[in-house]
């Protein structure tokens, strides 16, 4: 198969069921072996990982699309992912695996490139220690990187069994109804001084790029800036569908406007609303009403009704309307926010700070 335009083959595949640590050991090895083998005719294959990707989900059913976005991005970021699904309420005790070796030309020419995708079902008691599971099939000596499926429980033995070692947690609270509880447990790791550092990312805030883009050009204009410090209420609206709807996306965007600021979060109105075509949780609209001295200012956004993917700004001051233009605003799936999630194991300061004032927005959005 190709990749946006790179030429990829899977390698030879294993699968098994109620095997031992041991064993997945001794396929990883054989698959190597058998793919450089099969791998005669081109160019001599190079084992190659820059890094050790953890994804975990407590479902098998989520596994296969969640190996599937990985096998993606594969091309791009060298690395072992190692894809543990965790059921420990199973009755009986197992370890069920699947490998998959792929390889790609390296498009600077010469071997073809290489890397492993390896699932684990840890069914029963081997689901509580997934620590050790991990510890005997990552690659030795670098980085590790963990991509955690649904809300983290910071406390559960399982979440800090595997977070002791990496130096990033990616999280998606698009994925769950986030708390203020659960960004703030994000931001006391993020800050944690502890070794090694564990950095955090959220594709959630990563696919809020154009709209703080957006909202940022509102204030290009100097003469603009003094009605952000007159700000009376900020109102966002975000997709909902029957009651299904993260409110992180438009509590992280309230939390980026008010760090910028230095200031804490004055009336902010977090409003779902039925809208088709869209994904619950995404944004739908953002509406700041300002006063700067005696003269009532609006700067909104909205996704235009005959096509979601754009959004039309507009601007007023008094009577006068000031700004008004349309922007698009990019597509950036779950493939593409990860993507740039493994680009570095560097903080991301603005994230946090933009974190830290979420939390206290949907503390007081009850």
Aim: proline share 5%.
């Amino acid at each position: 198969m190709s990749s946006s335009g790179t030429q990829q083959y899977s390698g030879l595949t294993w699968e098994g069921q109620k095997v031992q640590l041991g064993d997945i050991e001794r396929e990883l090895n054989r698959l190597w072996h058998d793919t450089v083998q099969a791998a005669q005719g081109r160019a001599l294959p190079v084992r190659t990982s820059v890094l050790n990707l953890l994804v975990y989900t407590a479902s098998d059913s989520e596994a296969a699309s969640l190996s599937e976005i990985t096998g993606r991005l594969l091309h791009r970021h060298p690395l072992r992912a190692i894809v543990l699904s965790a059921e420990p309420c199973q009755p009986e005790d197992s370890l069920d695996t699947s490998i998959n070796a792929f390889c790609y030309a390296d498009p600077r020419g010469g071997a073809q490139m290489c890397c492993e995708q390896i699932f684990v079902g840890a069914n029963g008691e081997p689901a509580n220690h997934l620590g050790s599971i991990v510890a005997r099939l990552a690659t030795p000596d670098l980085p590790m990187y963990l991509w955690w499926q649904g809300e983290p429980d910071f406390d559960s033995p399982a979440f800090q069994d595997l977070v002791r070692p990496v130096q990033k947690l990616i999280l998606d609270s698009a994925s769950f109804d986030a708390s203020p509880r659960t960004l703030r447990g994000a931001l006391e790791l993020a800050r944690r001084d502890r070794p090694p550092a564990c950095a955090v990312a959220d594709l959630n805030w990563i696919r809020l790029a154009s709209w703080r883009e957006v909202v940022a050009r509102f204030f290009d204009d100097a003469a603009l800036l003094p009605h952000l410090y007159g700000i009376k209420r900020l109102t966002l609206e975000y997709a909902s569908d029957g009651g299904a709807g993260s409110r992180a996306q438009a509590a992280l965007l309230a939390g980026w406007l008010f760090s910028r600021l230095g200031e804490r979060p004055s009336e902010v109105v977090l409003a779902p609303v039925e809208k088709a075509g869209i994904e619950p949780g995404s944004l739908v609209s953002f509406c700041l009403e300002t006063e700067h001295d005696g003269e009532r200012a609006r700067f909104c956004v909205d996704r235009t009704s005959e096509d979601p993917g754009h959004v039309s700004a507009h601007g007023t001051v008094g009577d006068q309307s000031l700004i008004e233009e349309k922007a698009a605003l990019g597509s950036v799936d779950t493939s593409d926010a990860l993507d740039q999630a493994l680009v570095s194991a560097s903080r991301d300061e603005e994230y946090e700070r933009a974190l830290e004032v979420a939390a206290d927005v949907l503390e007081g959005d009850r």
